[in-house]
Each structure stands twice: as C-alpha cells, then as structure tokens.
C-alpha cells in the first residue's frame, strides 16, 4: 500500500473511531476525573492500533521513565508525541493552546481530563489562570506535560522557548525532564506519512529551583541536543 493510500486509510478509520469515542465523553464525565482520564488512554490504545496497523508506525524509547511528578518538556514535530506520551508518560496533565479548547465536545472531554489552558498572546489574568491549573494537577498527584516551543516545530529547527514553561517551572517546582523525538521524519505536517519507528528520548533531569535564565537554557539545550543526536 503507498504512503497516501495508508495516510487516507489511517484518517477514516483513527478519526470515525474517535467521534464515536468523543461522543461517549459524557456518560464516562458521570464517573469523574479518574474514569475521564481512563476512557481518554483507550482513545490513546486506538491510536496506537490504528499507528500501527494502518501506517506501520511504532514507538521506541531510549532511557528510563522517572518514577514520581516531573514536569516533561517535550520537542514537539507532530501530532503523534501528543497521543502516544499520555500512554508512555502515565497520564500526565496536557498544557494545551486555548484554541484547541473550541473543538465542540472535544474541548470540554480535555478539560475533564484536567488538561492546562495557555494563551500564546496571555494576559496576566491568563497567566494566573495557568499557574493555577498546572498547580491544581500537581496537587492532585499528576505530572504535567508541556511543549514549551509552542507549537510543532520540523526537524532540525530550534526556536526559543515560550515564556510559559518558566512560568510552570516556578510554580510546580518540579524536576524537569526533557524529551526529544523524531515524529517528524514519519508524520511530517504535510505529506504522506512513512511508516518505521519513532524514538523518543529521555534526557538527564533538571532540578527545581534554579534561576529562571538557567532553568531555560539547560531545558532548551537538552531537548536540542537529543534530537541532535538521533
């Protein structure tokens, strides 16, 4: 099967799965956050099944998982990491654009989740709002997962970081561990997708506490230079 015949087969089947899924999010709200967050890995299960057995497409992670909260800083090159890392990373609260948030049913099902909102032109009341939430999932005993450039990027750029991540660095005082991968080769934002297997890795942690310039160039250093060394 050709690379767009498999791109199109993969659209039909991940994304008529999903609405269906979606439209299920209320009966599974009825059982609170906790049964939210399990109804959203089966969603995750599906699109790794359809990865996999539809574009050919698996994971691959060098270096080890922490045990306890962390604040995962991710590269970001496809729609993939988003998906896949909520299985890999157990569930860990999503920082989110806001202008995710106004898909119809989709938006609220990620609210429930417990996912954090950011606005890329924040006010200071935004922002507040922000450090509210990422605190709020910390206290509840979940990691949070940012992807602090703030959007995709293609492989081998390396724009700075957006100033949410110091702001979630300070608040949570959390360890921070950075994650690179290379989704983009496979899933470009644009193209047919190729199937093979996508790396990520897991980099050295960076402790709390530092100096917010620091904290910054070490998390924007590490991510780069992991994907640097694919």
Known sequence: MSGWLRTIAFRVVFYAISVLIVLGVPIAALGGQR???AY???WAWVHRWAMRAILGIRSRVEGQVPRGQHLY????????ETVELQL?????AMVLKKEL???PLWGWATTLYGSIVVDREASSKALRKLMHDARAARESGRSVIVYPEGTRVPPGETPPLRSGFAGLYKALDLPVVPIATD???LLPKKGAKRPGIVTFRIGETIPPGLPRAEAERRAWEAINALEAAR
């Not at 800083?73 to 993939?80: D, E, F, I, L, N």
């Open 101 to 103: 948030m106004r898909i």
């Open 40 to 42: 959203a890995n089966s």
């Open 73 to 80: 800083v991710v590269k970001h090159q496809a729609m993939y």
């Open 88 to 92: 890999i990373l157990h569930s860990p």
């Open 183 to 185: 989704s983009g080769l």
């Open 35 to 37: 049964v939210v967050i």
